[in-house]
């Protein structure tokens, strides 16, 4: 068995991704092939803490473009991300792994709130912590909190799950002659607009030299692969 490469990671999983095959709504097949991948690398002692998203369920920016105030449909988003991050829990522990729920927003009878070194114990005790509710606030996206909780938690590299194999010149589903980059530097992402995070949340890793992993979360085992520094996906380091 290899070795892994890092101590600790934050791993950020989109909605989309929870939603498998289907447009919106939980697909608890491929959460429940997720948690067994994660379970495999959580087994060999790696720290996992989650940032997870919501747009299977509700998506704030596309609703505020549609009309509706941006701060009460950022809310709605992070309420979405914590119905997400239930299933993840359930399917989870039902992985044998003992988790922490922790949400931005206070909600005492659903999760704990989030503090940070509190989340920072539940990691040095092995259990897996899953941030939800974003950073608390709007007009931050989900990416923007996983790059600070990535930070905050002192994690050793922020591990981006897509439905794709890592970053292109272009999108690679209506471009088959796409270009898959191994490497990046942060300015690259940046000055070339590629879809890895929106820029805050490149801009907050370059400032703190924080890599950033972009992999297939599809690809059975890819966690492990990743978290043992095999060359997967792509890697935007400084």
Known sequence: ?????????????????????????????????FCQDLAEVVGMGLEVALVIGGGNIFRGVSSSAAGMDRASADYMGMLATVINGLALQDSLEKQGLTTRLMTAIRMQEVAEPYIRRRAIRHLEKKRVVICAAGTGNPYFTTDTAASLRAMELKAQALMKATRVPGVYDTNPEDNPNARLYTRLSYLDVLQQ????????AISLCMDNNMPI???NLLERHNIMRVACGENVGTVVHG
Do not use: C, H
Not at 8 to 33: C, F, H, P, Q, T
């Open 1 to 33: 068995m290899s070795e892994l490469t890092y101590q600790r990671v934050l791993l950020k999983l989109s909605g989309e991704a929870l939603a498998g095959s289907r447009s919106l709504g939980i697909d608890m097949n491929s959460i429940d092939a």
């Open 193 to 200: 607009g590629l879809k890895v995070m929106d820029s805050a």
């Open 213 to 215: 992993v972009v992999f």
